[in-house]
């Protein structure tokens, strides 16, 4: 198999931009690059992007990603078929979700008796996964940190931190000058967020973030239901505070 970037990021389900950045960051090389600069990917290369799409789904960061796959001990066909079970689970909620919209649209007070997986069956996978990840390759001090701060937490302090990063983003969101004292006022609070409830967010750390909110398609489908280039926002902000701080 030889794809051109269009080709792969499309079979992939990513934007052409986030293989690019892959490629930037060393996490994904294509298989050739031609002097004229069009990349092709092989088989193997489409393998190693399947992995770095499951350890996204699990919301392990792109470098810890690259030490995964790098590890000598790595299982590719693990991480594929753990991968495989992931996306079936979310396809089966989608299936019961589009069911339920169809029901309500047609007026229909049909139930299907059969057990469905709800919200925390896939979380507790995703958790299992994602535990099974730090106890392998996730040794990094941020990484412990985060998974030692939310283990005591209480499901309502979960839900007092959850509303203040929406709030957060909402203010992002709004932001109109993301560059100016407004914008940087929003990712200083951003990042005294960060530290306090999940792991301390270096002005390293918090450039990395900047750039996965503008690069990786997720967080971009994520951070734009509070308002059109929400994404793009906090990252200029980001840069623009991080590169007065140095």
Not at 51 to 63: A, G, K, S
Not at 129 to 154: I, M, P, V
Not at 176 to 195: D, F, S
Request: aromatic share 8%; glycine share 6%; net charge negative.
């Amino acid at each position: 198999m030889r794809l051109s970037v269009s080709e792969a990021a499309k079979r992939a389900g990513v934007s052409v931009r986030t293989l690019h950045y892959y490629d930037e960051i060393g996490l994904l090389k294509p298989s050739e690059t031609t002097q004229a600069g069009y990349r092709f990917y092989d088989d193997m290369a489409m393998a190693s992007l399947q992995q770095i799409l499951f350890y996204r789904e699990l919301d392990v960061p792109l470098e810890q990603i690259g030490r995964i796959l790098n590890a000598p001990d790595h299982d590719r066909t693990e991480a594929l078929q753990k991968h495989r079970t992931l996306l079936l689970m979310k396809r089966r909620r989608l299936d019961d979700m589009l069911r339920l919209v169809d029901e309500t649209i047609g007026g229909i007070a049909m139930y299907d008796e059969r057990p469905k997986p709800t919200q925390a069956d896939w979380e507790a996978v995703k958790e299992q996964y994602a535990q099974e990840a730090a106890e392998r390759w996730g040794n990094t001090e941020a990484f412990l940190e985060s998974r030692e701060k939310h283990a005591k937490y209480t499901p309502g302090q979960e839900a007092q931190i959850n509303a203040e990063m929406e709030e957060i983003f909402q203010a992002f969101g709004r932001c109109n000058h993301p560059e100016g004292p407004e914008g940087q006022a929003l990712v200083k609070r951003w990042q005294a967020h960060i530290t306090q409830h999940h792991y301390d967010c270096t002005d390293g750390i918090l450039a990395c973030l900047g750039q996965m909110y503008a690069n990786d398609p997720r967080f971009q489908e994520n951070l734009e239901k509070y308002g059109p280039g929400t994404a793009r926002k906090m990252s200029d902000a980001i840069a623009k505070f991080v590169q007065k701080a140095l």
